[in-house]
T-cell receptor, first 113, second 114 residues
C-alpha cells in the first residue's frame, strides 16, 4: 500500500493563476517532506521542503503547507508560469535521512500561456 | 561543479542478459541512493550507501540486483539475469549530509528488457 499519494495525475492552469498540488501520506513517522520537480528526460530536482515542526514554508513563488493532523500537504505556485510545466513529486522522509524518501506517483502540471 | 551523472542514458537488453548501470555522485557526497521508477508510477527507493558501506538495502527487489560502491566514489548497479519487470528508469542520487538535506538526482538510466 502506497504511503504517499498524489491523487491528481494531472492539473492544468492558466498562466498567472495559482496552481495547487496536493499530497497525502499515511505514515506518522515521516517528519520531513519535500517537493521535487521533473522535466522529461531529466532527474527530479529539489524544489522546496518542510519539516513537521512547521506548517508553512515559502520560497519565492512556491509555498508548501503541512497539515499534520490530516496527514496532508500541498504545494502552491503563484503566479504560475509556462516554465513551471513539469511533473511534481511529493516525497516524505525522516529528518535524519532526507535522502531516503518515499515518493508519490507525481502530478503533471501544465501551465497554459 | 558537476552534478550526478549516470551511464548509460538508455539500455535495451534481452531477457536473461546482464546490465550494469553506473552512477557518479557529486564529488564529496558520502551518501548515494538508487531509486527506480516503473511504468510512470512512484519513484521507489532501492538502497543507500554511506561511503562504500550499504546503509540500507531494504528496497532491493531480489537477489538479481547487486549494487557496489568500491572506494566510496562511483557506484554500479548490476541486474543479472534481467527480467521483463526490471524495465524502468533507474535514478541515482547523492547528498552531502543526512540531516534536512535534499538529494541531488542524476538524469536516470532508462532500462528496457525485451
Amino acid at each position: 500500500d502506497q504511503q504517499v499519494k498524489q491523487n491528481s495525475p494531472s492539473l492544468s492552469v492558466q498562466e498567472g493563476r495559482i496552481s495547487i498540488l496536493n499530497c497525502d501520506y499515511t505514515n506518522s513517522m515521516f517528519d520531513y517532506f519535500l517537493w521535487y520537480k521533473k522535466y522529461p528526460a531529466e532527474g527530479p530536482t529539489f524544489l522546496i521542503s518542510i519539516s513537521s515542526i512547521k506548517d508553512k514554508n515559502e520560497d519565492g513563488r512556491f509555498t508548501v503547507f503541512l497539515n499534520k493532523s490530516a496527514k496532508h500537504l500541498s504545494l502552491h505556485i503563484v503566479p504560475s508560469q509556462p516554465g513551471d510545466s513539469a511533473v511534481y513529486f511529493c516525497a516524505a522522509s525522516a529528518v535524519t535521512n532526507a535522502g531516503k524518501s518515499t515518493f508519490g506517483d507525481g502530478t503533471t502540471l501544465t501551465v497554459k500561456p | 561543479e558537476a552534478g550526478v551523472t549516470q551511464f548509460p542514458s538508455h539500455s535495451v537488453i534481452e531477457k536473461g542478459q546482464t546490465v550494469t548501470l553506473r552512477c557518479d555522485p557529486i564529488s564529496g557526497h558520502d551518501n548515494l541512493y538508487w531509486y527506480r521508477r516503473v511504468m510512470g508510477k512512484e519513484i521507489k527507493f532501492l538502497l543507500h550507501f554511506v561511503k562504500e558501506s550499504k546503509q540500507d538495502e531494504s528496497g532491493m527487489p531480489n537477489n538479481r540486483f547487486l549494487a557496489e560502491r568500491t572506494g566510496g566514489t562511483y557506484s554500479t548497479l548490476k541486474v543479472q539475469p534481467a527480467e521483463l519487470e526490471d524495465s524502468g528508469v533507474y535514478f541515482c542520487a547523492s547528498s552531502a549530509s543526512l540531516l534536512n538535506t535534499e538529494a541531488f538526482f542524476g538524469q536516470g538510466t532508462r532500462l528496457t528488457v525485451v
